[in-house]
């Protein structure tokens, strides 16, 4: 008992008690955007397509249903400028959080293997790393770490594009940059490095040139030379569908590393249930519910960042994703007080420190509140 927990950071929303505490105090209630859990209905298309798929006796596959994953192939031509994927290089997995964490561990990572990610990051990149034995490495430049990296110890790459926390959006060209530093580090050491795109938030874009001309996946072609090698892009249906209860979600790219995945899977039991399958085949071929959604969380945005910015907060990167990664303007000020000032106004966000150091002096703000809260939020925050 305590084997892997002792390597293992607190879980951080477990500190955030005592202001949430404050938070709830407060006489109109809390407004808590301190959680990317999204609040809205689950579309009536796909909640008629998991209770139409709930007589299901038998095991569903680990590979997915053909139906999953030819929906997931029409998916990626139609929505990320991903043509002609092989329906056989998908994998449905049981939400997008349980491949990040299990990742380093299934392509057999251990000691003395390098696993890099944003230098603000999900802090899963860095969990899964420390569950496998390996070494989680913050890194603002994959690409020149990689061109770097004498002696091959670099194995694992993760982006994330839209970035949680801070909406940061990676172009063809940085993509580019990327898989080329990581095929040169793979010829030059004779051991392969892998490149897993985390793309959630693909589909939630507000500024140009990404709202008009899309989120680039790493598969895109422009990105991956039309050659998938060592390529993964992990994608999730809990945000830009509401499917968060679901635990729906998918990776897809080389089919030699997705084949190599479902083996390892197959044998521990990681299945996604057949009517959830079901459920993901009608979100995905459905753009009607995803515009709804994302139009829904362009006001809250819009509402939002008015209101902090009127309150005296600064609003940084942010062109894409969930969430407002935000600062005071007059000056730096460590997170956890911003998040005790909030929690004052009965306001509860999440402290930079949850995604790395470099996130010390600002706080994450997520879009994930009723128009009521976001409403009450704003006139609490300019005194309206």
């Keep these: 008992m305590g084997l892997l927990t002792s390597t293992l950071p607190d879980f951080p929303w477990d500190t955030l008690a005592a202001a949430t505490a404050t938070a709830r105090a407060h006489p109109r209630g809390i407004v808590d955007l301190s959680v990317g859990t999204p609040v809205d209905p689950t579309p009536e298309v796909v909640r008629q397509a998991l209770a139409q798929a709930a007589d299901a006796p038998g095991y569903p596959t680990t590979h997915g249903t053909p139906e999953l994953r030819e929906a997931v192939v029409r998916w990626f031509a139609r929505r990320r400028g991903v043509p002609g994927l092989d329906a056989d290089a998908v994998l449905p997995t049981v939400g997008s959080k349980e491949l990040v964490a299990l990742l380093p561990s299934l392509l057999g990572l251990g000691a003395g293997d390098v696993v890099l990610h944003p230098l603000v990051a999900y802090p899963t990149y860095d969990v899964g790393a420390r569950l496998a034995g390996a070494t989680a490495e913050p890194c603002a430049d994959p690409a020149a770490r990689l061109a770097a990296d004498d002696g091959g110890a670099v194995r694992l790459v993760w982006l994330n594009s839209p970035g949680n926390p801070d909406g940061a959006v990676l172009g063809v060209a940085a993509l580019r940059g990327v898989v080329d530093a990581a095929r040169a580090a793979s010829a030059r050491h004779g051991r392969s490095v892998v490149i897993a795109s985390d793309e959630c938030y693909a589909e939630l874009a507000w500024d140009e040139p990404w709202a008009s001309g899309g989120v680039p ?39 030699a590393l997705i084949a190599a995945l479902l083996e390892v899977r197959k044998h521990a039991g990681l299945m996604v249930p057949g009517p959830v399958q079901a459920a993901m085949v009608a979100a995905l071929d459905d753009d009607e519910h995803v515009a709804t959604q994302c139009a829904r969380y362009a006001r809250r945005r819009r509402v939002l960042r008015a209101a902090f910015e009127e309150a005296g907060y600064e609003v940084d990167g942010s062109q894409a994703g969930l969430y407002l990664w935000l600062r005071p303007a007059g000056g730096p000020q460590a997170a956890r007080v911003t998040v005790d000032d909030l929690a004052s106004l009965g306001i509860l966000v999440a402290p930079g420190t949850f995604y790395g150091v470099a996130g010390a002096g600002h706080v994450r703000v997520a879009l994930t509140a009723s128009d009521e809260r976001v409403a009450e939020a704003a006139a609490r925050l300019t005194g309206a």
């Design 217 to 255: 996946s790493l598969l895109d072609p422009r990105a991956s030379g039309g050659d998938l090698t060592g390529l993964l892009a992990l994608s999730s249906l809990s945000k830009r569908s509401n499917l968060a209860g679901y635990r729906a979600a998918f990776a897809a790219g080389d089919p």
